[in-house]
């Protein structure tokens, strides 16, 4: 019996190494048949190694408060004389002294007041840092979504070019149609083989940097996005964003909490000019008299380098000023990015519309009559020149709807806070890199902005 367990132990450890290491990991989302924008978007925020580190940093920030307030520790001294310490002529002597600064009244409490600014500070940073966290991985997830429904286009065309050189080699044996058809239909068919090798490729690097974001290795496999994005809602022109941003952005929060570090600096300046106190009292066994062996004291600072406490208020008074002006300019920044972001949002809404009213329908009945004008022995390049067109208005449809929630993330950020379906969310990126970013990480007839287009740039 032992031998039989010692056995199925080995097997078994046997096995667990010859699975791979990233297999044994956990399921971030177990049961998921499609992976959802917002459990990704919390899984980065509890995984996520850069966060952690900028939470610690500051609960150590946070710890400096009661450290400044708390007065210094007191100074303990003892001296001997070493000579009588053998001597049978006179007594032993010693001495013993205790310490104690006083700072002025007011420095303890400037101190910590700039100490829990400064962990405000570090506070706002993480959250800032979350924003940040949260815009990249809701782009990733767009460029995740983007990627599978390319494939998907591309399947469903590959499949349809199949059927048309089908079509078209049997005309070509009954000697209907030239033998440039087929032919024709087989590069096209074999140009969509090589676009997708593009695409899993592309889908393979998106999987790795979302692994990245969650701190996970890079060929773990994750869950397939939804068949199709949530329809965007449009901006509630009765919210404003603007002011909502003031108050909500973790960047803002942070630079008024610098102002307070500032200010506390400025107070600790003018209070260089008022002396600091040290107590005193000590013990001497070497004094004749008994009443001198005992003695209390005090010692004061002394103020008097007039040019350095004046430098020094300087100083504190224009870090001061130049803090509340560079909170000021954030503020002008932070507005005008908001406002570009909804605009841009709002172009895109319109893009949408316009590309399913107008453009889909179009190629869809391009595509029908060429077909039809096919089977009653019209051109095969004017089919494939439709196919070509329908498979663009398709994947465009995508490609709009994408960028239309990555403009989204952008007015998120921007906005720096959770709303409900009706407006921006809690998250965070950049106007400027929600639009170059992702088409750099896309083959070409994938990218958002490969085409010369109203989203690129786009303004209303």
């Not at 049961?31 to 978007?41: C, K, M, P, T, Y």
């Not at 400044?68 to 100074?75: F, G, K, Q, T, Y």
């Not at 032919?183 to 999987?207: P, W």
Request: aromatic share 4%; with cysteine; hydrophobic share 45%.
């Amino acid at each position: 019996m032992f031998r039989a367990a010692f056995g199925s132990l080995v097997l078994l450890c046997l096995f667990l190494a010859a699975v791979p290491a990233g297999a044994q990991e956990d399921d971030l989302f177990p049961g998921a048949s499609a992976l959802e924008r917002d459990a990704l978007l919390a899984a980065v925020a509890a995984r996520n190694p850069s966060l952690a580190a900028a939470r610690q940093a500051w609960e150590a920030a946070q710890a400096r408060a009661p450290q400044e307030r708390a007065l210094d520790n007191p100074m303990l001294s003892y001296g001997l004389a070493p000579l009588s310490v053998a001597s049978n002529d006179v007594p032993f002597g010693q001495e013993i002294e205790v310490r104690q600064p006083l700072p002025w009244p007011g420095r303890r409490q400037a101190r910590g007041a700039q100490a829990e600014a400064e962990a405000d500070a570090a506070l706002q940073d993480s959250r800032e840092l979350l924003l940040e966290l949260r815009a990249e991985a809701s782009r990733m997830y767009d460029d995740w979504y983007l990627v599978h429904r390319a494939l998907e286009v591309n399947d469903q065309h590959r499949g349809l070019l199949e059927t048309f050189r089908d079509v078209a080699a049997s005309r070509y044996a009954a000697g209907l149609a030239p033998q440039q058809d087929p032919i024709q239909a087989e590069v096209e068919a074999s140009k969509l083989l090589q676009e997708r090798e593009d695409l899993e490729a592309e889908r393979r690097v998106t999987q790795a940097r979302l692994n990245a974001l969650l701190h996970r290795r890079p060929e773990l496999p994750l869950p397939p996005p939804p068949t199709r994005l949530p329809e965007p809602a449009p901006l509630d022109r009765n919210v404003s964003l603007q002011d909502a941003a003031v108050a909500a952005r973790p960047a803002l929060a942070g630079l008024d909490a610098m102002v307070r570090v500032r200010q506390a600096g400025r107070d600790l300046a003018l209070l260089d000019q008022r002396p600091g106190v040290e107590l005193m009292g000590s013990y001497n066994s070497m004094w004749m008299d008994t009443e001198h062996r005992w003695i209390v004291g005090v010692s004061i600072e002394l103020p008097i380098r007039k040019e350095k406490i004046a430098a020094a208020r300087t100083e504190a008074e224009s870090r001061l000023a130049a803090a509340r002006t560079g909170r000021e300019a954030a503020e002008m920044r932070i507005r005008a990015e908001v406002q570009e972001a909804a605009e841009r949002y709002a172009a895109a809404l319109r893009q949408l519309a316009l590309h399913r009213d107008r453009v889909l329908p179009a190629t869809r009945d391009q595509i029908r009559a060429a077909r039809a004008g096919f089977e009653n022995g019209g051109s095969f390049l004017a089919l494939i020149e439709a196919e070509r067109n329908l498979r663009d208005a398709e994947l465009r449809e995508q490609e709009i709807l994408t960028e239309i929630w990555r403009r989204r993330a952008a007015l998120e950020r921007a906005v720096g806070k959770t709303t409900d379906d009706h407006g921006p969310a809690r998250t965070s990126t950049d106007t400027s890199s929600s639009s170059s970013r992702p088409c750099e990480s896309l083959p070409v007839r994938v990218r958002p902005c490969a085409r010369q287009d109203i989203l690129q740039g786009a303004h209303p």
